[in-house]
């Protein structure tokens, strides 16, 4: 029971930390909108060079502008999404598009984690509920650039803790079904078994008394009992 219950409490766990980092990787791979299209020039005239396409530099918008965007973008009902920059500080969060509390910034030894490329997950209690808060580093403008900043994202585990509640109500019944069980069984053996030897006592009692035509007649029985009673009968 105590192992089935960790096992779905690990799982459920991970499952909800693999959708929050999933929503969070998706939104930040398409943080840098894309560059114009870059124009073609018509071929050389005497065919001896390929055509030149000249390069333009694409008018990306600061980080700070993006962090808000980001921040709106990964906050739902359910979600809560914070940005820090570099240097830990807090630059952009979605508490006014959601009902759920904003967690406090994270240790800096887990930005410091996360500004190394880790994805940090962690679970901490606000208000008395528990909460599961995720790490992701923030390459910026493309994913192959340096690493700038940090989104934390963070979900309630009440639905979680309601199915761990459940499971913990089924396994505690299992367990007194199982005692019950146990214990009728073992009355019911108990009185399967002492049932001849309380015939035999009697029996031998009225012999006892002067009776010698008194047999025990036991069903027939292959165990001990039985075969005790048959021998007694002879």
Known sequence: GSFL????????????????????????????????????????????????????????????VIARNLARDLTWQDTTAAVFDGTGARIA?????????????????????????????????????????ILVPVHFPSPDSAIVGVVQMSAPLDVVDQVLQRQRALIVLGVLLALLIATFGGLWLTQSALTPLRLMIATCRRIAAGDLSQRVNLPHRKDEAGQLATAFDE
């Open 5 to 64: 219950y960790l096992s779905m409490r690990d799982f459920l766990i991970s499952a909800t930390a693999f959708r929050l980092q999933a929503l969070a990787n998706t939104s930040i791979t398409h943080l840098a909108p894309p560059g114009p299209p870059e124009p073609r020039l018509p071929p050389s005239p005497l065919g001896t060079r390929d055509p030149i396409t000249p390069t333009l530099p694409q008018n990306t918008p600061p980080f700070s």
């Open 93 to 133: 969060d979605g508490s006014e598009f959601s009902d759920q509390p904003v967690l406090p910034s994270p240790e800096p030894s887990a930005l410091a984690r996360t500004l190394n490329g880790e994805q940090v997950t962690d679970i901490t209690t606000i208000s008395g509920h528990a909460m599961l808060a």
